[in-house]
Each structure stands twice: as structure tokens, then as C-alpha cells.
């Protein structure tokens, strides 16, 4: 009797170590290397936003300094009344000027570090989730390797204890062709049950 319960616990035992998807060792591996990659990606981006965004405030620069410090100084002298000597008043008038035109590249380039910092928010959350999604698939691949590995030497290990090898596929279309039989049966037996209840 106790061989006969080992025997099935043994036959359970193996089948649903093999109805397990099989997953090569390789996978794990593979998966890291592909999460890796991405970080460098990762990087990369964050990289690229700075120096596009440098790259802005580069022109920003241009503009105020070849653009608007022209049309706003030549504004600035058709103000001049007459009379007034304007090389000697150059640093008055620069000081008067010179307030005006940093705030406006200040307000320029405040925007555009406005939109930079928005940008990097959204790579760093969009790369947060993609870090946890890939995480729990990682932990799900490890999980299924060790689990074909836990598989194979469990298989090993029966074929160890009983000496021969054991066709678990065979066992398990017989299992599952018995569940079915078993089923269909017991729909049946329902189904008398309830012909017999609706008769009373």
C-alpha cells in the first residue's frame, strides 16, 4: 500500500513538474543583458534631452545677443533726445538696457529649463515602471529556470529510485484522459440527480 501511494505521489509529483512551461536556462541571462541595455538606453535619452535642450539655450543666447540687444538697443536710441551724447552716456544707457534684456533671457531660458526638468520627469517615471515591469518578469523567468531545473533533477532523481525510465507524458495523457472520463461520469450522475429531484 505505501509503494502504491508513493508510486502516485511520485507520478503527481512528476506531472506537474512537467505541465510547467519549459524555459531555457539562457533566458535569464538574456533578460538581464536586454535590462542592461535598456539602462544604457536610459542614460542615453537623458543625455540627448540635456543636449538638445543645451542646444536651445544656445539659440536663445544667439537670439538675445545677434537679434534683440540690436532692435532693442536701436529702439533704445531713437528714444535719445537730441543732443545727447551717446558715447558718453554708453554706461548709463548700458545700465538701464542690460537689466531688461537678461530678464528676458532669463525668462527664455527659464522655460526651456522648465521643459527640460518636465521631460527628464517623464523619461525617469516611463523608465521607473519599465525597471519594475522588467524586474518582476526577471523574478518570474529565474523562478520558471529553477523550477526546470528543480524538474530535471527531481525526473533524475525517479529514475535514480526506480531504475528505469518513466514515460511521464504517456502518464499524463492517461491522468488526464481518466479526469475526463471521470468528469463526463459524474455529469451523468448530475444529471440523473436532478431528473430524479424534478420527478419528486
Not at 107 to 127: A, C, F, H, K
Not at 176 to 187: E, I, M, Q, R, Y
Request: charged share 20%; aromatic share 4%.
Amino acid at each position: 500500500m505505501k509503494l502504491l501511494i508513493k508510486s502516485i505521489l511520485t507520478v503527481l509529483i512528476t506531472i506537474s513538474l512537467i505541465a510547467c512551461a519549459s524555459i531555457p536556462a539562457s533566458t535569464a541571462t538574456l533578460s538581464q543583458e536586454v535590462i542592461s541595455e535598456a539602462n544604457s538606453m536610459h542614460q542615453l535619452n537623458i543625455a540627448l534631452v540635456n543636449r538638445l535642450f543645451d542646444e536651445r539655450k544656445d539659440k536663445v543666447n544667439d537670439f538675445i545677443n545677434n537679434q534683440y540687444i540690436p532692435r532693442y538697443v536701436k529702439n533704445f536710441e531713437s528714444k535719445i533726445p537730441a543732443g545727447v551724447d551717446v558715447s558718453s552716456e554708453l554706461a548709463n544707457i548700458l545700465k538701464s538696457v542690460m537689466p531688461v534684456i537678461n530678464r528676458k533671457r532669463d525668462s527664455l531660458q527659464g522655460l526651456l529649463d522648465t521643459q527640460r526638468n518636465e521631460m527628464i520627469t517623464s523619461l525617469n517615471n516611463s523608465y521607473a515602471n519599465y525597471q519594475q515591469a522588467s524586474s518582476t518578469l526577471q523574478n518570474l523567468i529565474t523562478s520558471a529556470v529553477k523550477l526546470k531545473q528543480s524538474e530535471a533533477n527531481t525526473l533524475q532523481e525517479i529514475q535514480n529510485l526506480t531504475g528505469t525510465n518513466i514515460n511521464v507524458g504517456k502518464i499524463q495523457g492517461h491522468l488526464d484522459s481518466l479526469l475526463v472520463k471521470t468528469g463526463n461520469g459524474f455529469n451523468k450522475l448530475l444529471n440523473i440527480e436532478s431528473a430524479i429531484k424534478a420527478k419528486n
